[in-house]
């Protein structure tokens, strides 16, 4: 907010504003004396001893740039400034001039944009060189030197040139030059640009004719527009209004060609130039220099910006009303600077604000400041910052925004330190009170994720890179909580046993029975000491709840980044009284920062109580004419500073990477009960089969191939869901094998659907095409998944661009599934690889799993395998003990120790083709499953991200 101008404050702009005037009069008189009325430019300002320039002084270092232009004393500074209107030339065009110019009428002229030189003056003036933004080494002379044109062997050219004779100038202040493209996004000009415009000699002589003298030439950098200057462009008694627009996160202002309001826009930072539209666009920061500005001029009426209130807080001298039209002369000088302050690093914040005398004068009070050459902006310590804006309040033609409240809590120990100290470490948590089975396996990143999340009071976005182990961290740190459960766990539908299993495993002092997985909308979410719910149960279930829970997980949080969905505001529901809260998520925003909003919102909710205010500064808010889009982004800087200092922690596989396996193994359980009750009937009905008495040994066998056709259907729609919940996770590249015709079918099936690019290669495919669909997963980012038959595609194959194997089948020969693993593990694979096994209960699963553990231990102990599958899980633990299980495992590992089963059984899986009995496998995936969100809102990634929350 900026302070009322006081009555000093007034007389001084006043004064400034007679002191121009009476420069301007100067200037002209020596013009006239120089060249007579009506003359094409014979002097510049430059070359006129009488013009403008002449008291500059001589010495430039002394005084501080361009401001000096305003603080001379002029002897006409006595010069009325009421009659300035009326008596200078720049308002009227002689009669001759007149018969001569034929100036487009002004609806004709697109706006105010013409690319006309600027009047010198205006031009040295206006255009704020960016001393505020230059080192304090940087003498202002070499800057007056450039300004003034003097000896500047360029400096005169432009007097005797026609300056209007090419017709295709660019203005001055367009953002052809990436420079100051660059520069004008930073709110700056960029000072090269602005020497070379102040060098250019056409400039000012083209300015001078242009507003004073009407000399006879074609109008500027205006294709099409080819109107003869002497035509008076401005009718005198006539005013001109013109509109403000607002342009995404910028605003243009539609008016006709007037030259002392394109000073103005030239005066200002942030201008930019459209040569396709023809109009200057400034940002919203100069939003209020530019209206002050313009009701300064007298012919000038603008109107100001719909919903620009906020940035209009600055009173003006001349009433604030938007229509209002003033007498006052153009002072450019006067503009009003205002910019914000910005968090550039734990310790350090930035002032982003256009040029002020004072302000650099303040700045150069700081002890703690610097200036950033390659920014053009200063910086200072955090603790100097309430000493800063202290003063900064007290500058009249400041107005510099201070860090969100918000920032500077969570900041709060680094404003009060007295001086720099190293950040302290987050303190070691007591985990005595947890298994230490959990405790002793944690490895020593993860540790500090737990002492993180316990310094943080078990509030926190645990946003580590996929598979960094964030369940085994999550556990620990719930575990902390352990007096305050029961714990409500939140996870996609697809992982709900995993975490049961994962807790079975992390802690077993808690008794298996107290987990409660909620597999319908009919258990009750409380059963349990640990209760595991899938989001969109939980959204089914939410109303039957009276209590709530102190300690809540959030798996893949992400998944509630939009607040409209019923997961979403179910979870919502929970998070706001919890006393605990952990989101995990490898991709907590996958397109743009909004979607952190909730994330943010769950774990602190006292950061932004409101989403406008995080859309405004962090979303590069746009009001468009239907609302705001907060689609955007902006300040990613400070927001992921912020998320750092007080909800996130996240860190990379590439940061941790010496203390991974190179493999990480994942048994995922998938979920029976998406099997239909046909499906388990046609399992049971099979395995009942094989320990049948009296069969044959190829009745046996038959019903072993049945088996296990049964249960690759089964598994189907489980499979499809756990791929689409790791598309959705934003996983990019990784690999699916299995070995059912039907099973690759489904997976291809639902992956095109989804308009999920693939390659498929199985046993149909020949060898060149293998070397090709390879290459083109290796080397096409858009190639998602590499859908691939276990046996027909665990050898000869590199396809280390992904980093990520998900076995949807089992297979009963671990060394298949370890080379297969290995399509991935290999040379060129720089990255901790991640593999998941889906092991479906109630179907052969039960058996090939402890199989194949079984199988690695035996080549273990042989010294022919350094893996150990069974540290996935507790093997035992997993398999079932009852007699009749027994059995059949029995029967399945003497049926595979057989030679010749494996032919069997591969020809059996290639040509199963379930038929007419397909209606049987298990619940067919409904169509919001399949097609889920749109393909395009699965698939964009927030491409920043890594670098948004890599560690500075
Ligand atoms: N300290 C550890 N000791 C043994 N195994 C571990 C440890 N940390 C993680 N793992 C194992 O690594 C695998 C990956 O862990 P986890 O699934 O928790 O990763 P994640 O970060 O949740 O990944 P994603 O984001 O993909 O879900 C699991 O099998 C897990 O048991």
């Avoid at 987990?515 to 349990?528: E, R």
């Avoid at 798996?555 to 929970?574: G, P, Q, V």
């Avoid at 909003?597 to 405004?616: D, E, R, S």
């Avoid at 996983?731 to 999920?756: G, N, P, Y």
């Amino acid at each position: 907010m900026s302070l009322p101008l006081t009555e000093e404050q007034r007389k001084k702009i006043e004064e400034n504003r007679q002191k121009a005037l009476a420069r301007r009069a100067e200037k002209l008189a020596g013009q006239h004396q120089n060249t007579g009325s009506g003359s094409s430019i014979a002097a510049t300002s430059s070359q006129s001893k009488q013009g403008p320039f002449q008291n500059l002084p001589q010495d430039p270092s002394k005084s501080g740039s361009h401001g000096i232009i305003f603080k001379q004393q002029n002897p006409l500074s006595s010069t009325n400034g009421d009659q300035r209107p009326q008596n200078s030339p720049s308002f009227q065009l002689s009669t001759s001039e007149q018969a001569k110019g034929t100036w487009k009428k002004e609806e004709e002229v697109p706006t105010a944009c013409l690319s006309h030189r600027l009047p010198s003056q205006m031009t040295v003036a206006g255009i704020s060189p960016p001393l505020a933004h230059s080192p304090p080494e940087v003498p202002s002379q070499q800057l007056l030197g450039y300004a003034l044109g003097q000896d500047h062997p360029q400096a005169s050219h432009g007097t005797k040139s026609t300056p209007f004779a090419n017709t295709t100038h660019e203005p001055l202040a367009g953002a052809k030059n990436p420079q100051e493209t660059a520069a004008s996004l930073s709110g700056q000009p960029p000072r090269d640009a602005v020497l070379e415009e102040m060098a250019r000699p056409s400039a000012s002589g083209q300015n001078v004719a242009d507003v004073h003298c009407g000399t006879e030439r074609m109008t500027p950098g205006t294709e099409g527009i080819h109107q003869k200057l002497g035509t008076p462009h401005q009718p005198a008694a006539s005013s001109q209004q013109g509109t403000c627009i607002r342009i995404g996160d910028r605003f243009q202002v539609k008016i006709g060609y007037n030259a002392e309001l394109i000073a103005v826009f030239k005066s200002l930072p942030s201008r930019r130039y459209d040569p396709a539209t023809k109009m200057w666009n400034f940002s919203m920061t100069d939003y209020n220099a530019l209206m002050e500005a313009a009701q300064r001029l007298p012919r000038v009426t603008l109107q100001s910006l719909e919903g620009a209130e906020g940035h209009m807080e600055s009173p003006s001298p001349s009433g604030s009303s938007s229509m209002a039209q003033t007498c006052l002369p153009a002072a450019p000088s006067l503009a009003f600077v205002k910019g914000q302050c910005m968090l550039i690093s734990r310790a350090r914040f930035e002032a982003d604000i256009g040029y002020s005398e004072d302000l650099i004068a303040l700045f150069k009070q700081m002890e703690s400041r610097k200036y950033d050459v390659k920014t053009r902006k200063w910086n200072f310590l955090l603790e100097e910052y309430n000493k800063l804006m202290e003063k900064a309040r007290h500058l009249p033609q400041v107005q510099l925004d201070p860090l969100p409240k918000t920032v500077t809590l969570a900041f709060a120990a680094q404003l009060e330190k007295t001086s720099l100290h190293p950040v302290t470490d987050v303190p070691e948590a007591d985990l005595s009170g947890v298994d230490s089975k959990l405790v002793s396996s944690l490895l020593p990143f993860q540790r500090a994720g737990v002492n993180f999340a316990i310094a943080k009071k078990g509030r926190l976005l645990l946003a580590d890179d996929m598979g960094l182990g964030k369940t085994i961290q999550a556990i620990c740190i719930a575990a902390y909580y352990r007096k305050e459960w029961p714990l409500l766990v939140v996870v996609p539908s697809s992982v709900r046993f995993t975490w049961e299993q994962a807790f079975r495993q992390w802690l077993p002092s808690l008794s298996p029975d107290c987990i409660n997985v909620v597999v319908t909308g009919k258990d009750s979410l409380t059963a349990g000491l640990v209760n595991i719910v899938s989001f969109d149960l939980l959204s089914k279930i939410e109303k039957q709840l009276k209590t709530s829970f102190k300690v809540v997980i959030i798996d893949e949080s992400h998944f509630l980044k939009n607040i409209k969905t019923a997961r979403c505001r179910a979870a919502l529901t929970f998070l706001k009284v919890a006393k605990r809260v952990i989101l995990l998520s490898g991709t907590p925003a996958m397109s743009r920062p909004a979607e952190l909003y909730t994330q943010i919102l769950a774990v602190k909710p006292t950061f932004f109580p409101q989403f406008h205010a995080f859309g405004l500064r962090y979303c590069g808010a746009k009001r468009l004419p239907w609302g705001w889009d907060y689609s955007g982004s902006s300040n990613l800087g400070e927001l992921k500073l912020l998320l750092e200092e007080a909800v996130m922690l996240r860190r990379l596989k590439c940061d941790v990477l010496s203390q991974l396996p190179a493999k990480q193994r994942k048994m995922v359980v998938v979920a029976p009960g998406q099997m239909s009750a046909r499906s388990r009937a046609a399992l049971d009905a099979v395995a009942k089969e094989m320990t049948t008495k009296n069969k044959t040994k190829l009745q046996q066998k038959e019903a072993l191939i049945l088996f296990f056709n049964r249960t690759a259907e089964a598994k189907i729609p489980c499979v499809i869901e756990y791929i689409l919940d790791l598309l959705e996770s934003g996983r990019e590249k990784f690999l699916v094998f299995a070995h059912h015709k039907v099973v690759l079918d489904a997976v291809t099936e639902a992956l095109e659907r989804k308009r999920v690019q693939h390659i498929r290669i199985d046993g149909s495919t020949s060898s060149a095409d293998r070397e090709d669909r390879c290459q083109r997963f290796q080397l096409s980012k858009g190639h998602t998944v590499a859908v691939l038959s276990i046996t027909a595609a665990n050898m000869g194959l590199t396809l280390s661009s992904a980093d990520l194997v998900v076995f949807a089948e089992l297979f009963w020969n671990p060394g298949v599934l370890m080379q297969a693993e290995d399509r991935v593990h290999r040379i060129g694979q720089s990255n901790s690889v991640g593999i998941h096994y889906l092991v479906a209960r109630g179907t052969a699963d039960d058996y090939l799993w402890p199989l194949i553990q079984e199988k690695i231990k035996v080549l273990g102990e042989a010294g022919l395998s350094e893996t150990n599958f069974s540290e996935m899980t507790e093997a035992r633990d997993y398999f079932y003990k009852d007699p009749k299980q027994q059995e059949i495992y029995d029967f399945f590992q003497k049926s595979f120790e057989e030679d010749g089963s494996d032919m069997e059984l591969l020809a059996a899986a290639e040509s199963f083709d379930p038929g007419s009995s397909s209606q049987d496998t298990g619940d067919p995936l409904d169509e919001s499953t399949l097609m889920g969100s749109p393909q395009k809102k699965r698939f964009e990634f927030f491409d920043n991200w890594d670098s948004f929350t890599s560690p500075l």
